[in-house]
């Protein structure tokens, strides 16, 4: 598979929608929001990552939102779909669930409960292992936020790049994506995504080849103009419009997170509804500062 093709663009790390009240998932919701992604120029979607609050979902739970992705994207569209698991046996398993509804990349956030024991030889057995099993290719998930402070270092990009089942890795951390980029063995089938805003203009420019962006949850073809502008080597008008999306991002839901999103989403007429225990929703002080945010750049 020309992996490149596959990733080349946008994906919002979409957001579970839950029931008012019941907090059960509401795939009708999800699937009303896919069926407006599919009329976006998103590449495709990356369900169960962090916005998907994959943590709080049962495994059975996840497999049913996979269902509704993979029944009612469009079929130009890709699928990452969030699946580590702290063990490379569960990982193996629960792609394997995936890989049969007809998911096309398994995004795998690294193991990190025993988090000193996850040294690179660690991470490179079980990136390997889980790779050599699944009947999709998978990516490596770098959050260390939400890794108990596991970084994937560049020296393990180099170990597993040129693996011919890992085909890249979204980077969220804060550490610079340029090294990460340049770690890639030259001719390799690994590619990097930005796994923020902040990073997606400067990685586009190194030669990451798309971003997973939470701003794409509520605005995806803002995100995709950067990347238009980007490849049709509008360089002027492509660095004023990074320094104003990522302006707005940090002055919208930036600094709430997957809270911030979700209530961005309801404004801009998509569903994200509230999030699950333990996670408790914006305060409507929150959520009017956030619409003032947005309208204030002709958003709303």
Same mark, same amino acid.
């Given at each position: 598979?020309?992996?490149?093709?596959?990733?080349?663009?946008?994906?919002? $790390?979409?957001? !579970?929608?839950?029931?008012?009240?019941? =907090?059960?998932?509401?795939?009708?919701?999800?699937?009303?929001?896919l069926e407006k992604y599919n009329s976006t120029d998103i590449r495709g979607f990356m369900p169960l990552g962090t916005n998907g609050e994959f943590r709080s979902l049962?495994?059975?739970?996840? /497999?049913?939102? *996979?269902?509704?992705?993979?029944?009612?994207?469009? $079929?130009?569209? !890709?699928? +990452?779909?969030? %699946?580590?698991?702290?063990?490379?046996? %569960? !990982?193996?398993? #629960? #792609?394997?669930?995936y890989a049969d509804l007809g998911v096309d990349f398994a995004s795998l956030l690294p193991p990190h409960y025993f988090t000193s024991a996850m040294t690179d030889d660690a991470l490179v057995r079980?990136? !390997?292992?889980?790779a050599d099993a699944s009947p999709v290719p998978v990516l490596l998930y770098n959050i260390p936020k939400y890794a108990g402070g596991v970084v994937i270092s560049t020296d393990l990009i180099r170990r597993v790049a040129e693996h011919p089942n890992i085909a890249g890795m979204k980077d969220t951390s804060s550490e610079p994506?340029? $090294?990460? *980029?340049?770690?890639? $063995?030259?001719?390799?089938?690994?590619? #990097?995504?930005?796994?923020? #805003?902040?990073?997606?203009? =400067?990685? +586009?420019?190194?030669?990451? /080849?798309?971003?997973?962006?939470?701003?794409?949850?509520? &605005?995806p073809e803002k995100c995709c103009e950067l990347q238009r502008?980007?490849?049709?080597?509008?360089?002027?008008?492509?660095?004023?419009?990074?320094?104003?999306i990522r302006k707005l991002s940090?002055?919208?839901?930036?600094?709430?997170?997957? &809270?911030?999103v979700k209530a961005a989403m309801d404004i801009m007429g998509y569903a994200g509804g509230a999030p699950r225990l333990p996670l408790a929703p914006l305060t409507d002080e929150q959520k009017a500062g956030l619409r003032a945010a947005l309208e204030a750049e002709g958003m709303v």
């Open positions: 598979m020309d992996y490149a093709s596959r990733l080349n663009g946008v994906f919002p $790390p979409c957001a !579970t929608v839950f029931e008012a009240g019941t =907090e059960e998932v509401a795939f009708d919701r999800i699937r009303g929001n049962t495994d059975e739970e996840s /497999v049913k939102v *996979i269902r509704v992705y993979a029944k009612y994207r469009d $079929p130009s569209k !890709t699928i +990452l779909a969030g %699946a580590g698991r702290e063990s490379a046996k %569960a !990982t193996i398993e #629960i #792609i394997k669930l079980y990136y !390997t292992s889980v994506i340029v $090294p990460y *980029i340049d770690a890639v $063995p030259r001719g390799s089938n690994f590619y #990097i995504l930005a796994g923020t #805003i902040n990073k997606f203009y =400067e990685g +586009l420019k190194h030669g990451a /080849v798309g971003g997973v962006l939470s701003i794409a949850d509520y &605005l502008l980007h490849e049709a080597g509008k360089a002027d008008e492509a660095a004023s419009f990074d320094v104003w940090s002055n919208a839901a930036g600094k709430y997170g997957v &809270l911030g």
